[in-house]
């Protein structure tokens, strides 16, 4: 996907770094010269020069075939106007905006903003979720400590679907949160189930990431 950041504050400069280590083609407006320069000497040539509510440095960007616009500035009027032209003049699908003012959020939203965030993980949870093919989301890493929050859709055919958490091993540093079903949040007990569709979140450290999908493959179940 082609995603269009405006604004390299520390917002912009790591959810850009993060988007372009998954792969994604991403490029960045800022009008801050040094945060242009620092750009492209850590992560390439995504960087351009502008007043990114300025439809200059839009049309230089190719706006008009991003999928989604992220206005991460720390102007909540900028960020407002942003995504509206990308909409209206560019035709953008997806916008999505900091707020940085809770108080504007329902400005926002009557003004047609399609999604608005006011923390960086949550602005790389929500632009993965517009990404279909990315079936773990990282919804939070905790670098620092070693920790993610990772989410994952328990698939058809799964061999866990109808067993009991008690059936199941996980390890220590392994956490199974939360469930989502039918739009309802569920806290997993012994006696819980698996559902087909569930969207589960777990808790863990990073080496064991991949526990999720261990687990619908019916690995963690215990030996009977």
Known sequence: MYIIIVGAGKIGYYLTKHLLSAGHEVAVIEKNAKKVETIIND???????????????????????????VAATGDDEDNLIICQMAKKKFGVKRTIARINNPKNEHIFAVLGIDSTVSYVDALVAQIEREIP?????????????????????VPAGSPVIGMPMHEITFPDQFLLALIIRNGKALIPK????LEEGDQVIAVTVLEYEDHLDRLFRGELVKKR
């Open 133 to 153: 093919a990315h079936s773990l989301i990282h919804l939070l890493r905790l670098r620092d400590v070693g920790a993610s929050f990772i989410e994952k859709q």
């Open 43 to 69: 992560l390439g040539g995504v960087a351009i020069q502008g007043d990114g509510s300025d439809a200059g440095p839009m049309v230089e960007a190719g706006m008009n075939r991003a999928d989604i616009v």
């Open 190 to 193: 012994g006696t819980t189930t």
